[in-house]
């Protein structure tokens, strides 16, 4: 099975930066398409981030240009790099693996990024 475990939410200010990881176990790892979903309080889930697994990207767009997702495979790890953060980015990321081309597999267990002053 496969494991996905994030970190390095918290609370943070506006217009801080900073680092989501997410740790996958398994060779496999850079097989697949990964992302990022958040779910906030009364709202709907949102994708945040894919980036696939020939290494193209998408965004939500509100995210766009404030928000970076890479892979280092070496490390079995995806990053999501958030600039400029507003009080609604505040939510619950979830690390996401899809082994399927229209579906979402795996999820991590979620890190709670909190932004206020």
């Known amino acids: 099975q496969v494991q996905l475990v994030e970190s390095g939410g918290g609370l943070v200010q506006p217009g801080g930066s900073p680092r989501l990881s997410c740790a996958a176990s398994g060779s496999i790892f850079n097989t697949y398409d990964m992302g990022w979903y958040r779910q906030a309080p009364g709202k709907q889930r949102e994708l945040v981030a894919v980036?696939?697994?020939?290494?193209?990207?998408n965004y939500l767009d509100s995210v766009k240009g404030r928000f970076t997702i890479s892979r280092d495979g070496a490390k079995n790890t995806v990053l999501l790099q958030m600039n400029s953060l507003k009080p609604e980015d505040t939510a619950v990321y979830y690390c996401?693996?899809?082994?399927?081309?229209?579906?979402?597999?795996?999820w991590g267990q979620g890190t709670q990024v909190t932004v206020s002053s």
């Open positions: 996401i693996l899809g082994v399927s081309d229209s579906a979402w597999d795996y």
């Open positions: 980036i696939r697994s020939g290494g193209s990207t």
